[in-house]
């Protein structure tokens, strides 16, 4: 099998549940968000990164997406969200909200998407941890979710499609679990 530096740190990129509290460097976080900024896309670059670094802003979309998934009648959810003690951002120190132009004609979710995942890979590449959060994302679906968009500085008809958070990891990751057989059809 071919292998090159590339396919061996995306091999290597694991969801990471364990930060360390030390702040990323600037250095590290602008390497990321450029690998974002580079994601292919169809054609207008139509997404904003919002980066939260602030504790008590992080605390505070935590509790607001918790406050959210007890009201969803799913008891996965309704559990996460009763949890004290549950914090949806890992402890990781920044988090990178991916919001997408709403008014742009073809798919802007899926370019954010394509950002959040050049970010994650950028992150591994420079040996950070990074996680791509669901969980968080439902905040915006509350009642705070418009103050929000203006605390977080989001534009106006955007919409925060998705999170990741990066840190240092405070442990080595997990090995990669096995990949599922013949989920590949080819038709030459």
């Given at each position: ?15 990471i ?6 702040q ?6 602008q ?22 670094q ?7 979309l935590?509790?607001a997406a918790?406050?959210?998934?007890r009201?969803?009648p ?12 549950h914090d949806?951002?890992?402890?990781a ?13 073809v ?6 998407a394509?950002?959040?995942e ?7 590449s420079l040996?950070?941890?990074?996680c791509?959060i669901f ?5 915006f ?9 203006r605390?977080?500085?989001?534009p ?7 999170a ?6 405070q ?17 030459r």
């Amino acid at each position: 099998m071919l292998m090159n530096e590339t396919l061996q740190v995306i091999r290597r990129r694991r969801s990471i549940r364990r930060y360390k509290t030390e702040q990323i460097q600037d250095e590290e976080l602008q390497a990321i968000l450029e690998a974002g900024l580079y994601a292919p896309n169809a054609g207008d670059q139509a997404w904003h990164f919002t980066v939260v670094q602030n504790k008590e802003l992080l605390a505070r979309l935590n509790e607001a997406a918790k406050a959210v998934a007890r009201q969803i009648p799913m008891p996965g959810l309704q559990s996460l969200g009763k949890d004290a003690n549950h914090d949806c951002l890992h402890g990781a120190p920044t988090l990178v909200i991916v919001s997408g132009d709403e008014q742009f004609p073809v798919s802007v979710e899926t370019d954010c998407a394509v950002a959040t995942e050049n970010m994650l890979i950028a992150a591994e590449s420079l040996g950070l941890g990074s996680c791509w959060i669901f969980f968080v994302m439902l905040a915006f679906s509350g009642p705070q979710s418009a103050e929000l968009h203006r605390e977080l500085g989001i534009p106006k008809d955007y919409k925060p499609y998705y999170a990741a958070v990066f840190g240092y990891k405070q442990e080595a990751a997990p090995a990669a679990a096995d990949r599922k057989p013949d989920v590949v059809t080819y038709i030459r």
